[in-house]
């Protein structure tokens, strides 16, 4: 069979990422698990977990800078679009996300991690260091959504249509909607445009983790203009309910604009926080 649109424009963004990048299949009992990896083999594990339908390519522009110091490991979510398999142990809450993760860290050969996710996966990454603090160094988390605060009834409403009907056209429209004038990479537009029509996506969720129960370094990093939540009242709840926390605003930055938009201003806030 000839390769799907979906599958062309994952190729074309892969190919943005460093040549010494590899790819790993790593067995989980929910399925093979894509990871793209890149950085010295001595470096400090630095796991990134995507968005919903960003897919671990996302990372494409931060990638080259974090992986000079550190080991990244950018996944495809499973249950999400990309080359992730969903198989074996059926998936249906966050006690199998943070199994799964579980699984993939074991099969990494990772004993403990910086962690950092963006939207859904910070949502996630705040899961795992909730169940397992042993494991996650420092926790940094971009614009995380459904951990401080809930989505706004306006952003919502917006995404709607691509939930009920997903199409390319729908979702093209709801990224040019929430990123107004920060002009994201065209062929990642493409590739979540894409993403949001594959079959069996199966994105799990769950309701707000309990934050101040995190007692490692957390990082939070805002976009300015996101329509996802109010940056400010985000940020108000993240200082009150973390023990130890650090809040950072990314100025100019919307919600999906993240994390491959003025990447050096990510990249340097999140090395100076890991060290």
């Not at 950085?39 to 000079?68: H, I, Q, Y």
């Not at 093209?172 to 069996?200: C, I, M, N, S």
Request: hydrophobic fraction near 40%; charge should be positive.
């Amino acid at each position: 069979m000839p390769p799907s649109a979906f599958d062309l424009a994952y190729d074309e963004l892969r190919a943005r990422w460093p040549e010494s990048t590899e790819e790993c299949d790593v067995a989980t009992p929910y399925g093979r698990t894509r990871v793209h990896v890149y950085g010295p083999a001595d470096g400090s594990p630095l796991v990134l977990l995507p968005g919903g339908s960003a897919t671990g390519l996302v990372w494409f522009a931060n990638a080259p800078a974090l992986g000079e110091r550190y080991r990244v490991h950018a996944v495809d979510l499973v249950g999400d679009a990309g080359r992730t398999e969903r198989r074996g142990t059926p998936l249906k809450s966050a006690d199998d996300l943070t199994a799964w993760l579980d699984a993939l860290l074991d099969g990494l050969g990772l004993d403990r991690v910086h962690l950092c996710g963006h939207s859904y996966g910070a949502w996630l990454a705040v899961r795992y260091a909730l169940h397992a603090p042993r494991r996650v160094d420092r926790l940094a988390l971009v614009d995380p959504t459904q951990v401080f605060a809930g989505f706004r009834p306006g952003y919502l409403l917006r995404a709607l249509p691509t939930l009920i009907r997903p199409s390319r056209a729908r979702a093209r429209a709801f990224l040019a909607w929430e990123t107004a004038d920060t002009h994201p990479d065209e062929t990642w537009q493409r590739l979540y445009a894409l993403a949001t029509t594959v079959p069996g996506r199966k994105l799990v969720a769950g309701g707000r983790p309990r934050t101040a129960g995190l007692r490692m370094p957390v990082l939070v990093l805002l976009a300015e203009h996101s329509r996802a939540h109010h940056a400010a009242e985000v940020a108000d709840r993240a200082r009150r309910t973390l023990a130890r926390g650090e809040v950072a605003l990314l100025p100019g930055a919307t919600h999906h604009s993240l994390p491959l938009t003025a990447p050096k201003q990510l990249n340097d806030r999140l090395m100076d926080f890991l060290g």
